[in-house]
């Protein structure tokens, strides 16, 4: 399938693409309108949507997916079709800046790639904008209730998904008034609360050594497809997962670090696997 080129979508008009980055469960998708209205981004992409004024204008939202595998795949744009529908509205869009939430520097730089669009520019990191207090809460709220956050009302999510509603919140903005600019506006966005089928799991410390095994080869996979994973052991403490992952593959890694590697792993097993990652170790042998 041939994709578009950047130049193609966005010809010569300038676009300035802002990440949103932290560790899964900190709170991005329920601050990312407060990013947007700051820099005045009329886009966010946030795990598979594209969404404009609190309304999905393309794509298809990771959180719907039944499982690890699929989820991954969906946030990371790799469904052709998927992939193509978000080029194809972009493409019709008109916007000079555009938001991408990722859980890591990396993650939000490969997402910017995939839709044809310019490396970011500025980064946000969620300890930005939150404190440890409300970082530890959205934690907290994640890993012992499941429950995800997207940034769109209610009824944009129920039309297709309703079976992973789960409840309502709604957000504060204060924006100065052009006129009066001395005067603040208070309005309110509204976000969905959702439990997703993929975090309907096992508690994270009886989760099997085989699952965790069959999403980390699942994660390397995106990356090289020869790679395989021989072993994988692990300790679980308060502070989540400590994993050493025993790979092997028939060439010599290049143009990644193993670091990439290990940060892949743990964004996505902490995301889409509600395991909470305290380390990982990637041992890599090559054979002849």
């Known amino acids: 399938m041939k994709f578009l080129s950047l130049s193609a979508i966005f010809g010569n008009r300038p676009v ?34 594209l969404i404009r004024n609190d309304r ?13 595998l699929t989820a991954v795949k969906r946030a ?21 800046k555009i938001l991408i939430i990722g859980t890591s520097d990396k993650m939000a730089t490969k997402i910017a790639r995939r839709l044809n669009l310019p490396d970011p520019s500025q980064i946000i990191h969620i300890e930005d904008i939150a404190t440890k207090e409300e970082i530890d809460t959205a934690m907290r709220i ?13 009824i944009q999510i129920t039309r297709n998904y309703p079976s992973i509603v789960y409840d309502s919140i709604r957000v504060g903005l204060q924006k100065r008034l052009a006129f009066l600019p001395f005067i603040k506006k208070v309005s309110a966005v509204e976000k969905t609360l959702v439990c997703p089928e993929f975090s309907k799991q096992e ?14 080869n699942h994660c390397l996979n995106e990356y090289a497809d020869t790679m395989k994973v021989s072993k994988v052991t692990y300790e679980y403490s308060n502070e989540g997962y400590d994993l050493d992952i025993y790979v092997r593959t028939p060439e010599t890694i290049s143009g990644v670090s193993i670091a990439e590697f290990e940060e892949f792993i743990a964004d996505s097993l902490e995301k889409y696997g509600g395991i909470l990652i305290h380390k990982v170790n990637l041992h890599v042998q090559a054979w002849s």
Do not use: C
Not at 142 to 152: A, D, N, T
């Open 56 to 68: 999905i204008i393309a794509g298809k939202s990771a959180k719907q997916e039944s499982n690890f």
């Open 203 to 216: 508690e994270a410390s009886s989760i099997s050594e085989a699952a965790i095994t069959q999403m980390v």
């Open 16 to 49: 300035k693409v802002y990440a949103l980055v932290g560790r899964s469960g900190t709170g991005k998708s329920f601050r990312a309108q407060l990013v947007a209205d700051k820099y005045h981004i009329p886009l966010i992409v946030d795990d598979g949507l």
């Open 142 to 154: 994640r890993y012992s209730e499941g429950k995800h956050v997207i940034p769109v009302p209610p």
């Open 76 to 96: 990371l744009f790799q469904d052709p079709d998927h992939h193509q529908e978000v080029l194809n509205a972009l493409q019709t869009e008109r916007f000079h």
